[in-house]
């Protein structure tokens, strides 16, 4: 996963970064499920839903401030203060 996100900074057209984008989007599909499984086989039965639904609260709240912060956006960053 990171020699492909390196190799995505690198790519000089978008025919090859289609090329380099495959093998990432298949690690994180595989990333996502082997979590998954892993949080399902390590708390109770009865937990399971409970610990599925925080894993992915945190992953939204986790990229999409991910998305704010890469875009510049200074409101989702604190940067700038609102005036009412």
Do not use: C, I, Y
């Amino acid at each position: 996963m990171a020699v492909a996100l390196l190799a995505w900074g690198l790519v000089p057209n978008v025919p090859l970064l289609l090329v380099v984008l495959a093998p990432l989007a298949l690690a994180g599909g595989t990333l996502n499920t082997v979590l998954n499984s892993l949080l399902t086989k390590s708390v109770a039965a009865d937990e399971v839903g409970g610990t599925l639904g925080l894993s992915f609260v945190w992953r939204h709240v986790l990229r999409s401030h991910d998305t704010h912060a890469a875009s510049g956006d200074k409101v989702a960053q604190g940067s700038v203060q609102m005036n009412a």
